[in-house]
C-alpha cells in the first residue's frame, strides 16, 4: 500500500458527461501529480500541485481541471467527456524534500467513456 | 511525447534467467527512476538513479546510466514468476514532474 488513495476505482460515464476523480496524498507529502494512462498515449503526465498551488502542467486537456484543497487532496475533474478519454488515472505523491525524489503512486481510477 | 523509449516492448524468460531492459531518454535529467506495474494496477517505485551516478543495486536489481548515450538498462538476476508485470522507466526533472516511456511487458514462466 502506497499511502496514496484515489476514489472511484471504477467509473463508467457517458460522452459528454462530467465527472470527479479524488485523491488524497500520503501524510506529509504536499505535491500531487496527476497521470493519465491510455494504450495509445500511455503514460502522460497531466499536472502538479504543490501545497494548494499549480506548480506544473503537462498534456492536459482545457476540458480538464484540477486543484488541491488546504487539507492537500486533489480533485481532477474531466468534462465533456469523449470516448478518447477513456484511460486509467493514477495521482501521486512526494515528499516536500528539496531533492528529487521517489513518486508514490495510488491504484487508479479507470475510466470509461460510452 | 514520451521522453523515454523502452526496449524491447515484451520479453519472456524463464524462472531463473535474468531479465535486462533497456530505456532510453532525449533530454537533460536530474534522475531516472524504474517503475513496475502488475495488470492495470498502480505503479510501484523500484529504484532512483541520480545523474552523477553510474550504477545502482537493489536486491535483485541492478539499474546503470550513461548520461553520455543518454541510456539506462534495468536487470533483474534470478527472475521469478512473482516477477511478471510492466517496468517502466522514468525520467525526473525540474517539479519532480516524471516522463514515462512505453514500458517493457516482462513475463517469467515457472
Known sequence: DS????????????TGQRVTLRCSPRSGDLSVYWYQQSLDQGLQFLIQYYNGEERAKGNILERFSAQQFPDLHSELNLSSLEL???????CASSPPTGARTEAFFGQG?????V | SQ??????QALSIQEGENATMNCSYKTSINNLQWYRQNSGRGLVHLI???????????GRLRVTLDTSKKSSSLLITASRAADTASYFCATGNA?????????????VKP
Open chain 1, 3 to 14: 499511502g496514496v488513495t484515489q476514489t472511484p476505482k471504477h467509473l463508467i460515464t457517458a
Open chain 1, 109 to 113: 481510477t479507470r475510466l470509461t467513456v
Open chain 2, 3 to 8: 521522453q523515454g523509449e523502452e526496449d524491447p
Open chain 1, 84 to 90: 478518447g478519454d477513456s484511460a486509467l488515472y493514477f
Open chain 2, 48 to 58: 532512483l538513479i541520480r545523474s552523477n551516478e553510474r550504477e545502482k543495486h537493489s
Open chain 2, 95 to 107: 517539479g519532480n514532474m516524471l516522463t514515462f516511456g512505453g514500458g517493457t511487458r516482462l513475463m
